[in-house]
């Protein structure tokens, strides 16, 4: 965790290998930019084939005839179930998805002997295509974090409970994670508190409060005191604004929503970088989160709100794609025969 948490804070680009310890075993965490791309293994019984066993859709002897002569993960693999009839064509990026997610899994939980990030990665990860969609690295991390521990390995690893909560270095990244409005409001008040009288009460927050030390985002100093004023101090609800200039911000986002265009939507030009395209996508993000941008009489924008927002999530997912984007950019520029 804290090996991927380390290449996420530092929006890493290429292979971050995580070894065992047994032989040549190893996994392999592919970034770009910050994101997570893809999750292969060498690792036994970690073979895409296998996923399908864990799920029931394959039987486990089937698996044991047919692994050595199948690829072991990556669209390589999946072209090969689907093409011997094991899943259908639909179930290809759902499938890779669940192969990569089940590896970060089970790293979470197995730990590594050492890791190394690699610039140059394998010829058989080069080609790979992101199976994460537009979920940020941060929102993968987080939400596999969350699947990987149980409340009690989470808080094994929060260190000393006595200790306090504050505000780590990477602090902006919780807006990366796409959290609800629940958990925001939690880390909003975790700040100055340990980690033994927030799970007192709310034992199952262990595996988020994990994550986010993972990320830096949150911290714990041992000479903080049970007084110390909050480093993230929750945010005005109307983010200095009075509802007229609410109620004008959401309109205007929504006349750009019905217009269609996903480069206007997040503000961009249509041959922005992938870094101005990252940086559109969170502030938008930051911005339009109901429980920040609205008051208790301007709530009745909740539903246009989130409509924003899915429709954001959208546009980032297509223009975040190369090939996806390249095809969206061809269309609204084409011209009638």
Do not use: C, N
Request: net charge negative; charged share 30%.
């Amino acid at each position: 965790m804290s090996a991927i948490g380390d290449a996420l804070r530092a929006h890493a680009t290429g292979a971050l290998v995580l070894r065992t310890g047994r032989g040549s075993e190893e996994r392999h965490v592919v970034f770009r930019d910050g994101d997570i791309v893809t999750v292969d293994s060498s690792v036994e019984g970690e073979t895409l084939l296998h996923v399908l066993v864990e799920r029931g859709d394959v039987s486990s002897t089937l698996a044991a005839e047919r692994s050595a002569r199948l690829p072991r993960s990556g669209r390589h693999a999946a072209a090969a179930l689907i093409a011997q009839g094991f899943v259908p064509q639909d179930a290809l990026w759902t499938m890779l998805r669940a192969h990569a997610e089940w590896l970060l899994v089970r790293a979470f939980r197995d730990g590594v002997a050492s890791s190394a990030l690699v610039e140059e990665l394998p010829e058989r990860l080069a080609s790979e295509p992101s199976v994460f969609g537009g979920a940020t690295g941060v929102e993968v991390f987080v939400e596999v974090t969350k699947r990987a521990l149980d409340a009690e390995a989470a808080r094994e690893r929060l260190g000393d409970e006595d200790a306090r909560f504050v505000e780590g270095a990477s602090g902006s990244l919780v807006h990366e994670a796409a959290l609800d409005p629940t958990e925001l409001e939690l880390l909003r008040e975790v700040a100055g508190r340990s980690p033994r009288r927030i799970l007192e009460q709310s034992p199952e927050v262990a595996p988020l409060l994990a994550a986010m030390m993972a990320l830096d985002i949150l911290r714990l100093d041992r000479k903080a005191s049970a007084t110390v004023q909050r480093s993230t101090p929750p945010p005005a609800a109307t983010g200095d604004l009075d509802d007229a200039a609410v109620r004008a911000k959401v309109a205007t986002r929504l006349t750009l929503v019905r217009r269609g265009d996903y480069f206007a939507l997040l503000g961009l030009r249509s041959d922005a970088t992938g870094h101005e395209l990252r940086q559109a996508y969170v502030a938008l993000r930051r911005d339009f989160e109901p429980a920040r941008l609205l008051t208790a009489t301007t709530w009745e924008l909740e539903g246009d709100v989130r409509l924003i927002l899915d429709v954001v999530e959208e546009a980032y997912s297509v223009l975040a794609d190369e090939r996806r984007r390249a095809r969206y950019r061809r269309a609204i520029e084409a011209t009638p025969p």
